[in-house]
């Protein structure tokens, strides 16, 4: 069966959910605690605000095989001409098939018929996943951002743009 392109509705909740909070968690194993990964996971990845960011629209588009979502993307305007990526995992299973690239081409265009002519994206210092894709399509490391923690954890990102 072909991939599928599709907004998300409110019932793909817990199939992103689960799809986010995995994915977010292996692009953190080994840099910060269980109980970090655990409050993080809880706040963003649970289903009820995974509903609530879809029906806002801060998850983009869905790309579903076999009638199951195997990746999401999420992202808007952050400026007049500046476009963000927020969210952006594909199920571990279903990765290096082309559905990241496909759902991040989906973005884009969408992006730049909003007037955006530079797009952005906070990666994971170290990111063994994330980083060589963005590398790929031409981003390049602008900054570093450090978001710390209540109890003290350091989580650094790489803030990422390219020209689109």
């Not at 968690?25 to 289903?47: A, D, H, I, L």
Request: contains cysteine; positive net charge; aromatic residues 10%.
């Amino acid at each position: 069966m072909a991939l599928v392109i599709r907004k998300p509705v409110p019932e793909d909740a817990e199939r992103i959910a689960d799809i986010c909070s995995t994915g977010w968690r292996q692009t953190v194993e080994g840099k910060m605690s269980s109980k970090f990964q655990q409050q993080t996971v809880k706040y963003w990845y649970n289903p009820d605000k995974v509903t609530a960011d879809i029906k806002k629209g801060s998850y983009s588009y869905v790309a579903e095989k076999d009638g199951i979502i195997r990746g999401v993307i999420g992202g808007g305007m952050t400026g007049a001409k500046t476009a963000e990526v927020y969210v952006f995992y594909i199920d571990d299973k279903y990765r290096y098939r082309g559905i990241g690239k496909t759902l991040l081409d989906e973005l884009t265009r969408h992006q730049k018929r909003k007037g955006a002519d530079e797009q952005w994206v906070s990666v994971q210092q170290d990111n063994e996943l994330g980083l060589p894709f963005y590398k790929a399509r031409g981003f390049v490391c602008q900054s570093l951002k450090e978001t710390k923690s209540t109890d003290g954890e350091v989580q650094t990102s790489l803030r990422m743009k390219r020209q689109i």
